[in-house]
């Protein structure tokens, strides 16, 4: 997903890694944006990590070349909600969160509806000693019913992981979110 349509844009903003470069600050790192040149045919940003852990000791500047604005905003995405609280969180939460934020219905339910669907038609169809039409009828509804749940159980872990974090931060506060 793009979010900029314009590298200036990313100019003095902070944005959360996503993914991990070679040289580069790791997933799950908050980074300023310092500079960014859009030349004919790259990108190049400079960047802080704006929080750092054990990889990163100082404030040093950092610079990263891409091919296009794209590729910046699959590396990095605005996020204030890790942003604002990334003191009370440790790298392990933040790349979870990245992982299940960064799920889609492409990435995640379609290759589950598809290998439950097969293995129902399967099951149904050349298994069970079943009549066909019984076999077939019964292989559309499975298969329907289990699209639909997986379609929920994917909505449920992105509301969840949320909520998580959540609780994590609010602990301090004396706030339990169940």
Not at 2 to 26: C, H, M, P
Not at 44 to 59: G, I, M
Not at 81 to 93: G, M, W
Not at 156 to 161: D, F, G, H, L, P
Request: glycine share 4%.
């Amino acid at each position: 997903m793009t979010y900029l349509l314009n590298i200036d844009e990313a100019i003095d903003r902070k944005f959360l890694v996503s993914k991990t470069l070679k040289g580069q600050a790791e997933a799950g790192n908050i980074i300023h944006v310092m500079d960014a040149e859009n030349s004919s045919n790259s990108v190049l940003v400079t960047y802080r990590v704006s929080h750092y852990n054990e990889r990163f000791h100082d404030y040093q500047d950092y610079t990263v070349k891409f091919e296009n604005v794209a590729q910046f905003c699959k590396w990095a995405q605005p996020d204030n909600f890790i942003a604002r609280n990334y003191e009370n969180l440790n790298i392990k939460d933040i790349q979870h969160y990245i992982k299940i934020k960064n799920r889609s219905f492409t990435t995640f339910c379609l290759p589950l509806i598809l290998i439950a669907a097969v293995i129902i038609w399967v099951l149904f169809l050349a298994v069970l000693p079943l009549p066909k039409t019984v076999g077939i009828i019964l292989s559309v509804l499975l298969t329907i019913g289990a699209a639909v749940g997986i379609l929920m159980v994917f909505k449920k872990q992105k509301k969840q992981e949320k909520m998580r974090l959540y609780s994590k931060i609010s602990s301090g506060w004396g706030v339990v979110i169940d």
